[in-house]
């Protein structure tokens, strides 16, 4: 079992990039499914997540910019990103666990929460 993500790439700020994250060999159901960013020599970031029956939550950073949403088969996650800024570069991996442990907001910053990673996509938004 593991988890792809797709639609990484180079942008201008101000640009859109659409990610999507898609299970293999599994569903999303009562899964928590998160977006981290990784940026050279910094610590990863929490970025967004949404349990199965969608409900979301956000980053300040990003938030009112990226929109996490679960697909019509409800077995893949895009995460739609506007407004893109320079500091939004980084390496974007999907990530998924069992939904509801805690309140939903401590999946951006609680890594043992999951227990499946995707390798990652790369972003690139330029000035």
């Known amino acids: 079992v593991q988890l792809v993500e797709s639609g990484g790439g180079v942008v201008q700020a101000g640009g859109s990039l659409t990610l999507s994250c898609a299970p293999s060999?599994?569903?999303?159901?009562?899964?928590?499914i998160g977006w981290f960013r990784q940026t050279p020599g910094k610590e990863r970031e929490g970025i967004s997540v949404?349990?199965?029956?969608?409900?979301?939550y956000y980053a300040d950073s990003v938030k009112g910019r990226f929109t996490l949403s679960n697909g019509k088969a409800k077995n893949t996650v895009t995460l739609q990103m506007n407004s893109l800024k320079p500091e939004d570069t980084g390496i974007y991996i999907c990530?998924?666990?069992?939904?509801?442990?805690?309140?939903?907001?401590?999946?951006?910053?609680?890594?043992?929460?999951?227990?499946?990673w995707g390798r990652g996509t790369q972003v690139t938004v330029s000035s």
């Open positions: 990530a998924g666990g069992p939904e509801g442990l805690l309140d939903i907001k401590y999946y951006l910053m609680n890594f043992n929460l999951y227990d499946l």
């Open positions: 060999g599994f569903s999303f159901d009562n899964y928590a």
């Open positions: 949404i349990y199965s029956d969608g409900t979301t």
